[in-house]
Every structure is written in structure tokens, then in C-alpha cells.
């Protein structure tokens, strides 16, 4: 095309499109779609924690893949009070830690050995790269809002009681 015949980065069509994209971005970035639903397709279920004096119920959204576990809670402005995401490992036990890279959230991080029993809680501090290894190994781990246990009456030594449909790890 001529130069005079191209048409500039910010010609009308261009500009409304340009509009269009950065309105839609926005409402992503914050959330704005009236409710507090998280911004995946986990599958979610319902546990309980519980000891001899205290039991609670949460809803826990179900990482049970690589990529689900990689991005966790990553980008999460909020969460409800009785919320949660459990992650679930293929091949037994694990030791390795969690960090809070690109989570907004203060968190507990409970890890949880083979028999269902808390072995560690530690407490996240949003944007931290420490890697926050536990003093036992583990089979799953459970994430909910900081100071959630302690709310509750609940810590290490509690049980978490799953449903029998949980997904598989993978």
C-alpha cells in the first residue's frame, strides 16, 4: 500500500478494538464478575479438619495435576474464610517446599502425612521466594487463609478426612 493509504495504529477500528481489550483486561485483572469464584476450573470438594475438641468443613478447589499444582494460588486477590486448595502428589511422600511466588495471599500451608494427620503448618508471606520446607515429609498439602488453624482451634496432629471421589494425582 501507498504510504498515505495505510491506515495509522490508532484509526477508529483500531482504536475501538484497543478500547474493547483494555475494558476487558481490567475486569480479569480485578476480578469484577460479582462474585468471588476463583478464575479456574478445579474441581473443588468438600474436607474436614478435625481434632478432639474442634471440627471444620471447608470447600477446597483439588490440585491434583502439574500445572494446577505449579499455579496454585498464584494471582489470587482473595479468598472466602472457609476456602482452600488441596494439593494431591502422585508416587508417595514428598519433602520439597512450597514458596509464595506470585501469591497476593497470606497463607498456612499445612502439609499432611500419609495417615491424614498434620505434620507442619507454615505460614507464607505473600510475594516471599523462601522456600518453606516442612519438618516431615508428606503426602498432600492443604492452603488456606493465614491464621485459619489457629482460628479454628486446629494444628499439627488435627485430621483431614477427604471424600472417597477425590481425584487421582496425576
Not at 479454628?152 to 471421589?165: E, M, N, Y
Request: proline fraction near 9%; aromatic fraction near 10%.
Amino acid at each position: 500500500w501507498p504510504r498515505s493509504a495505510q491506515r495509522p495504529w490508532y484509526a477508529p477500528g483500531m482504536l475501538g478494538l484497543t478500547k474493547l481489550f483494555v475494558v476487558f483486561a481490567a475486569l480479569i485483572v480485578s476480578g469484577c464478575f460479582g462474585d468471588d469464584r476463583p478464575p479456574t476450573a478445579l474441581p473443588t470438594v468438600a474436607i474436614t479438619v478435625e481434632d478432639a475438641d474442634s471440627s471444620e468443613r471447608l470447600i477446597v478447589e483439588v490440585a491434583a495435576t502439574l500445572p494446577s499444582r505449579t499455579q496454585g494460588l498464584m494471582f489470587r486477590q482473595k479468598m472466602p474464610e472457609d476456602a482452600g486448595m488441596i494439593f494431591l502428589f502422585a508416587g508417595g511422600e514428598q519433602t520439597g517446599g512450597f514458596w509464595m511466588k506470585d501469591t497476593y495471599l497470606p497463607l498456612s500451608i499445612a502439609y499432611i502425612g500419609a495417615d491424614g494427620r498434620i505434620v507442619d503448618i507454615r505460614d507464607g508471606t505473600p510475594l516471599d521466594l523462601t522456600v518453606l520446607t516442612p519438618s516431615a515429609p508428606y503426602q498432600r498439602v492443604l492452603e488456606v487463609n493465614q491464621g485459619w488453624f489457629q482460628r479454628h482451634g486446629l494444628g499439627i496432629g488435627s485430621v483431614v478426612r477427604f471424600p472417597k471421589d477425590l481425584p487421582a494425582p496425576e
